[in-house]
């Protein structure tokens, strides 16, 4: 049974730091892609940033590039999203996924992926 156990969310000023956690278990993810997404209130679930659990490659949404980097630990099968220079607009849900996704653009593609966590909420204060 595939599990994604997201932690690390919380309150936080604006222009301060989150690093979110994604422990993953229950298969091998070496071929998969490990994403996260986000969902504001009233808003459509949207994507962050991805990662390739081999090679490293990855993917970023515009809103995000600079301020957010993705990275994993193959020994410890957790994906960390360390968020930097939060913006009241950053206020979310942030879930994690994970799918058997090529080639690289597709990666922001919602659709795609095959299994979902349960979410942490990332609140930034102005």
């Known amino acids: 049974q595939v599990q994604l156990v997201e932690s690390g969310g919380g309150l936080v000023q604006a222009g301060g730091s989150l690093r979110l956690s994604c422990a993953a278990s229950?298969?091998?993810?070496?071929?998969?892609?490990m994403g996260w997404f986000r969902q504001a209130p009233g808003k459509e679930r949207e994507f962050v940033a991805a990662?390739?659990?081999?090679?490293?490659?990855?993917y970023y949404a515009d809103s995000v590039k600079g301020r957010f980097t993705i990275s994993r630990d193959n020994a410890k099968n957790t994906v960390y999203l360390q968020m930097n220079s939060l913006k009241p607009e950053d206020t979310a849900v942030y879930y994690c996924?994970?799918?058997?996704?090529?080639?690289?653009?597709?990666?922001?593609?919602?659709?795609?992926?095959?299994?979902w966590g349960q979410g942490t909420q990332v609140t930034v204060s102005s």
């Open positions: 990662v390739r659990w081999s090679g490293g490659s990855t």
């Open positions: 996924a994970a799918g058997a996704i090529s080639p690289l653009y597709k990666l922001g593609r919602r659709e795609l992926y095959d299994y």
């Open positions: 229950g298969r091998t993810f070496s071929s998969y892609a």
